[in-house]
């Protein structure tokens, strides 16, 4: 079969989207159903006997290889009818709204990238591989990057540009349970009121 692609690829220009590639074994597509959808997305008209002739695969196991990706919601077969003749035709519109939510997938896990510049950026200088490790371990710890931002922002706010002081802010809080900014100023609201008691409590009201 891979002979057949080969010669395939050799006489004509078949058209394979990157993501596919990156992301077909996350699908549970094999490499046979791989084979078999690069030669679906580039005709999607659904001729058994050609397509077998051209893969070198029997009828049998092609069709075994198409019911598999229709079970998988991969793809599907519709029918057409012109002029009497009923024809069938492949429709990929399932693969494409799984490549696309993928797409999306990686552009919010780029996020955790962004917070490295966003480190640079504030303490004005390179990271050091150290440092990129222990930014990383904080995701890992199940830190997220509202959570980071906001506590680097505090350590900027009282001077301090080192990772040992947000890595004590971070595990404070989460002792706090503190995770988003709307946490953090219902904590400094709780702190003010008790600080508001205590005033009161400590007030010499004998001497005023």
Same mark, same amino acid.
């Given at each position: 079969?891979?002979?057949?692609?080969?010669?395939?690829l050799?006489?004509g220009?078949?058209?394979?989207?990157?993501?596919?590639?990156?992301?077909?074994?996350?699908?549970? =597509?094999?490499?046979?159903?791989?084979?078999?959808?690069i030669?679906?997305?580039?005709?999607n008209?659904?001729?058994?006997?050609?397509?077998?002739?051209?893969?070198?695969?029997?009828?049998? /196991?092609? $069709?075994?290889?198409?019911?598999?990706?229709?079970?998988?919601? =991969? $793809?599907?077969l519709n029918?057409?009818?012109n002029?009497?003749?009923? /024809?069938?035709?492949?429709?990929?519109?399932?693969?494409?709204?799984?490549?696309?939510?993928?797409?999306?997938?990686?552009?919010?896990?780029?996020? *955790?990238?962004?917070?490295?510049?966003?480190?640079?950026?504030?303490?004005?200088?390179?990271?050091?591989?150290? /440092? +990129?490790?222990?930014?990383?371990?904080?995701?890992?710890?199940?830190f997220n990057?509202?959570?980071?931002?906001l506590?680097?922002? *505090?350590?900027?706010?009282?001077?301090?540009?080192n990772?040992r +002081?947000?890595?004590?802010? $971070? +595990?404070?809080?989460?002792?706090?349970?503190?995770?988003?900014?709307?946490?953090?100023?219902?904590?400094?609201?709780i702190?003010? @009121? @008790?600080?508001? @008691?205590? *005033?009161v409590?400590? +007030?010499?009201?004998?001497n005023?």
């Open positions: 079969m891979t002979g057949k692609v080969i010669e395939l050799k006489n220009t078949f058209i394979v989207p990157k993501l596919l590639l990156i992301n077909y074994k996350k699908f549970k =597509i094999s490499d046979n159903e791989l084979i078999v959808l030669y679906l997305l580039n005709n008209e659904f001729d058994p006997d050609r397509i077998s002739h051209d893969l070198g695969l029997d009828i049998k /196991e092609l $069709l075994t290889v198409i019911n598999s990706l229709t079970k998988k919601d =991969i $793809l599907c029918s057409v009818t002029n009497n003749v009923c /024809e069938e035709y492949v429709c990929l519109d399932s693969l494409y709204n799984k490549l696309a939510l993928s797409m999306m997938e990686n552009k919010s896990e780029k996020k *955790e990238v962004n917070i490295f510049d966003q480190f640079e950026k504030e303490f004005a200088r390179t990271l050091s591989p150290m /440092e +990129y490790e222990i930014i990383g371990a904080w995701f890992e710890d199940g990057e509202e959570t980071i931002n506590a680097l922002k *505090e350590a900027v706010y009282n001077g301090v540009n990772l +002081y947000i890595d004590k802010i $971070l +595990y404070e809080w989460k002792k706090k349970g503190i995770k988003t900014k709307a946490d953090m100023d219902n904590n400094l609201d702190n003010k @009121k @008790k600080s508001s @008691k205590e *005033e409590f400590d +007030y010499d009201w004998l005023e």
